[in-house]
């Protein structure tokens, strides 16, 4: 059973048409929960740390929000360079770390 | 400040062989984590260490895989005999704290098994 699932899989959106990403995880003992950016041919880039439920964290165009089982990412009026695959990370327990499948973004100009 | 280092960045080899990789994280962080991802997956925790010591390799196929970080800093990834499914991007990260922390991530290399 995955311990973190990102959806949709895949977006494609209108540039300015915003849209939000779900991380949903089943972990107990959540200790942060993280995205990252990952561009094609390189390493995730950090995004944002959310710590507890009702938390937000905002960057640019990107809000990041996290409840008890869930997190989204909101792109608010994108353009075509936000287009990349979003990670959600959460770290739990004794020091474990997993990573959902992504979330990938295109924004079409 | 310079990034995570990672080489090579590529590298094909022939199933049976031995490859490894090499990695030096950011100075100053404590924990470096080694992630494998397969195309269209997301990064999957191979091991995870603390200064010198070994936090969680729970995921590591110990009966081919092996990795060492000497000294605290530099760590060294090994797998031997590669199989086709060890084709993937191998992520090597570093942190200032403990997992709970952001992680930087290196470019990765990428392994082809033929």
């Known amino acids: 059973e995955d311990q973190v699932t990102q959806s949709p899989e895949a977006l494609r959106l209108q540039e300015g048409e915003s849209s939000s990403l779900n991380c949903s995880y089943t972990?107990?003992?959540?200790?942060?929960l993280f995205w990252y950016r990952q561009d094609p041919g390189k390493g995730p880039e950090f995004l944002f740390t959310?710590?507890?439920a009702g938390e937000e964290k905002e960057k640019e165009r990107l809000k990041a929000t996290l409840t008890k089982k869930e997190s989204f990412l909101h792109i608010t009026a994108p353009k075509p360079e936000d287009s990349a695959t979003y990670l959600c990370?959460?770290?739990?327990?004794?020091?474990?770390?997993?990573f959902g499948k992504g979330n990938q973004v295109v924004v079409i100009p | 400040e310079a990034g995570v280092a990672q080489s090579p960045r590529y590298k094909i080899i022939e199933k049976r062989q031995s490859v490894a990789f090499w990695c030096n994280p950011i100075?100053?962080?404590?924990?470096l984590y080694w992630y494998q991802q397969i195309l269209g997956q997301g990064p999957k925790l191979l091991i995870q260490?603390?200064?010198?010591?070994?936090?969680?390799d729970s995921q590591l196929p110990k009966d081919r895989f092996s990795a060492e970080r000497l000294k605290g800093v530099d760590s060294t990834l090994k797998i031997q005999p590669a199989k086709l499914e060890d084709s993937a991007v191998y992520l090597c990260?570093?942190?200032f704290g403990t997992g709970y922390n952001e992680q930087f991530f290196g470019p990765g290399t990428r392994l082809t098994v033929l």
């Open positions: 260490f603390q200064n010198n010591g070994v936090v969680d």
């Open positions: 990370a959460v770290a739990y327990g004794n020091n474990r770390l997993a």
């Open positions: 972990v107990s003992g959540l200790r942060g």
């Open positions: 990260a570093s942190s």
């Open positions: 100075s100053g962080h404590a924990t």
């Open positions: 959310l710590y507890s």
